[in-house]
């Protein structure tokens, strides 16, 4: 497809007027005409209709005029609005680019595949979510989101909470049997899972510190019934923020390391992970 550099190269000395936060995405976008236009597509030897930015701004910051931003708009794969990935234009216009599903989250690439746009608050399109729901930290130890599959694991830490059905600072502990395939033989298999009722504040019903080290003193627990090392996966929803708190937290009393050193090897195979503030000053991460 070719460049739009044919398209409305004049300058500007004053940028578009901002928006206010009053004013809703939809209502933003349909101020500017026109949004598409028709650009030659040599690929297929035919015209394509695509929309645009016609946004006024400076290309490069020594620019003295503004010109139109005419980047091809793409669409975001949460909550599907048509969006301007330039980064030279979203800061300017910050509001324009703000999820309708998540009002606090800016739409960004990606953080695995560095191409899809997402509003996502783990940061993760719905293709990486979908075609990546665990990650193994350590040969035993993984994370992942509450699309995850319990099959190749011992022990499952559940606080994909409220999702998970149990009591608001509940903790249930129960075994699922599944068959499991091994060999090509068909057996039997135990599953224990953990299931905590724990939101992301870590403070008053959410995973305190206290809860935490409940959590890890019942792991323990569990793992002095078993005659192997077994393969643990912690999961949340997104498998961002609670679960990695509690893998991190875990895996440093399991290989008495820091916990940067932890965080760093957890954020190296499983780079979505971001722990609210609480939970980072809760771990010792600040």
């Keep these: 497809m070719s460049d739009l550099k044919d398209f409305s190269d004049n300058e500007y000395e004053e940028p578009d007027r901002e928006p206010t936060s009053r004013w809703i995405y939809e209502i933003y976008r349909d101020i500017y005409d026109p949004l598409f236009i028709f650009i030659k597509d040599e690929r297929n030897e035919r015209d394509e209709k695509v929309k645009i930015c016609v946004r006024k701004v400076k290309k490069n910051v020594h620019d003295k005029y503004y010109k139109k931003c005419k980047t091809e708009l793409v669409q975001c794969h949460w909550c599907h609005q048509t969006i301007c990935p330039n980064k030279d234009c979203i800061p ?6 703000y999820s309708s599903i998540y ?3 800016i ?22 979510e979908k075609n990546h729901t665990y990650d193994m930290i350590t040969e035993h130890v993984a994370i992942g989101s ?3 599959s ?3 694991f011992d022990l499952v830490i559940n606080l994909d909470y409220p999702e998970n059905n149990v009591k608001f600072g509940e903790v249930v502990h129960s075994t699922h049997k599944i068959k499991h395939i091994k060999e090509d033989i068909k057996e ?3 599953i224990h899972v953990i299931k905590c009722g724990y939101n992301d504040i870590s403070e008053g019903g959410g995973l305190t510190i206290e809860k935490l080290e409940d959590l890890l003193q019942r792991i323990d627990e569990f793992k002095s019934t078993m005659t192997k090392q077994p393969r643990i996966l912690f999961h949340c929803y997104a498998g961002v923020s609670r679960s990695s708190t509690v893998a991190i937290a875990y895996l440093v009393k399991l290989e008495k390391k820091s916990v940067m050193e932890i965080f760093e090897l957890v954020k190296q195979k499983r780079p979505r992970i971001n722990p609210n503030s609480g939970f980072r000053k809760m771990i010792g991460l600040e």
């Design 146 to 148: 509450y699309q995850a």
């Design 92 to 97: 300017q216009y910050i509001l324009r680019s």
């Design 103 to 105: 009002p606090s989250k």
């Design 107 to 128: 739409h960004d690439k990606c953080v695995e595949c560095l191409e899809s746009i997402t509003c996502c608050p783990s940061g993760i399109c719905r293709d990486c």
């Design 188 to 190: 039997d298999k135990d």
């Design 150 to 152: 319990y099959e190749s």
